[in-house]
């Protein structure tokens, strides 16, 4: 079936060598549409109210990507007593994961250093070393929470007072979940295996930061109300913030181009779209994404149908393409020359020491191809082109009704879309990452045009 997007998968090679692994891989893999996850939640009520991992599988789907997904949630439940919960650890062993995500009780990451280490910290290590025992491919994502909406009385007046308030308490819960994800952030905290003895830390983790989306949405839009009346839990707009985020977070998509607005208006599920784009997606390496293997590529169409192919993956030691067509190649960068345009499906294999990840992208090796109706000539012009902010449709000839405008990505996601246009439009492209997109034109009467866009 065509695929429209990137696909990933995270592997582990086994006891026979790279060229082995990569024909097993082509000769039995299914091809999907978009890119596929499969992902663990551990955690308690807040990833299971409102149904969390389901809301996020909604919104990949939406953008055209599958998240396979099981959780183990009990209410109220730490990551200590997880670690010691023999149906968790059936979770775990029951799946080669690509990412497990390992959410503390809300409380959890606010205890003070030493109940800290000895609990919290302490226990996330001992779960990274479970979910490692299973599958040394699969990827330990942290699931940042949030200070209460007016912090935890409980903690007020005593030597420990900083969950007193919710920016108290937000602050230390960033930067636990930080902590747990890069051990570096020990030492910011006054901790070394010197003076905790024997310290062994957490394996290098990413960070989905759920709890910042949540802190820049309260300040910009105060009327998004983030909390149930308990001043704790989400709301479905919380959830929904989480669900963006975590897209994000194991997806590495823009988040801003959802188009699935859950239960929410329009211009709330926008602006929060828009918080998990600015704190979460262009902050990637303060969250520490793509921290381990990670198959990624970039392309550009030259003469003809030769495109010119650059591996991008990090912590690969090398690389596999499959061009869609029967051809090959073990370069790292490398050129391909199609026999006749059209769509193909290109897949880079790459490779670690021990593990290997898939990407899938469709190409269309003549996308500026335009199909004549009747034969009837194109009534339709795109300027300028390349272009920076602003691309313009012009009817080259008189056109009365209205028409419908659309642009998609190089991975096939609609990014825009005007079903009801009329005469010239100006559509601001601003926001666009640079690279290549495509405009298609449609009349009430069928005819389509198709055009190929550079944003600069």
């Not at 959830?239 to 994000?248: E, I, K, V």
């Not at 262009?282 to 003809?304: C, E, K, R």
């Not at 490398?334 to 593990?355: E, K, N, P, Q």
């Not at 666009?432 to 034109?441: D, L, M």
Request: with cysteine; charged share 15%.
């Amino acid at each position: 079936m065509p695929v429209s997007g990137r696909y990933h998968h995270n592997t582990k090679i086994m006891r026979f060598g790279i060229l082995a692994f990569v024909f097993s891989l082509i000769v039995s893999s299914v091809t999907f549409a978009g890119k596929k996850m499969k992902v663990l939640f551990i955690g308690n009520s807040y990833t299971y109210v409102n149904n969390l991992p389901q809301v996020t599988a909604d919104i990949a789907a939406s953008m055209g990507d599958t998240l396979v997904f099981d959780s183990y949630t009990p209410g109220g439940y730490t990551l200590d007593q997880h670690n010691n919960d023999p149906l968790c650890l059936q979770k775990i062993n029951s799946a080669e994961w690509d990412y497990v995500i390992l959410q503390e009780q809300s409380l959890g990451a606010a205890e003070d250093p030493s109940n800290f280490f000895v609990g919290s910290y302490y226990a996330a290590r001992g779960l990274d070393q479970k979910i490692a025992a299973n599958d040394s491919c699969t990827k330990v994502l942290f699931y940042m929470t949030w200070g209460y909406k007016n912090g935890e009385p409980s903690f007020c007046g005593t030597s420990w007072p900083y969950p007193c308030t919710y920016e108290g308490m937000d602050s230390l819960v960033n930067l636990r979940y930080r902590a747990y994800a890069d051990s570096a952030v020990m030492a910011v905290m006054g901790y070394s295996a010197a003076t905790v003895g024997g310290f062994v830390p957490v394996r290098q983790a990413e960070v989905s930061p759920v709890g910042a989306v949540r802190h820049y949405i309260r300040h910009q839009y105060p009327s998004i109300e983030l909390y149930q009346t308990d001043g704790s839990h989400p709301t479905e707009a919380g959830t929904y913030a989480a669900g963006c985020t975590f897209y994000a977070a194991l997806f590495h998509k823009d988040p801003a181009l959802i188009p699935y607005n859950y239960t929410l208006s329009a211009a709330d599920a926008g602006n929060i779209r828009n918080a998990a784009n600015l704190v979460a997606y262009d902050s990637m390496p303060q969250w520490h994404w793509n921290i381990g293997l990670h198959a990624d590529f970039n392309y550009t169409v030259g003469v003809g149908d030769t495109l010119s192919f650059s591996n991008t993956s990090t912590a690969a030691v090398a690389g596999v393409w499959d061009f869609g067509d029967g051809g090959m190649s073990m370069s790292w960068n490398t050129t391909h020359v199609y026999a006749t345009g059209g769509i193909y499906i290109v897949r880079l294999i790459a490779f670690s020491l021990s593990c290997a990840d898939t990407t899938y992208v469709t190409i269309n090796t003549n996308p500026t191809a335009v199909e004549n109706i009747g034969g009837v000539h194109p009534m339709f012009a795109i300027y300028p082109n390349p272009a920076n902010d602003m691309v313009n449709v012009h009817a080259v000839k008189p056109y009365s009704g209205s028409y419908q405008v659309s642009i998609a990505n190089t991975l096939g996601q609609r990014v825009y879309l005007n079903e009801h246009a009329t005469n010239d439009q100006q559509i601001n492209i601003s926001n666009f990452a640079p690279g290549i997109y495509f405009i298609k034109v449609k009349t009430n009467d069928n005819i389509v045009r198709e055009f190929k866009l550079l944003k600069q």
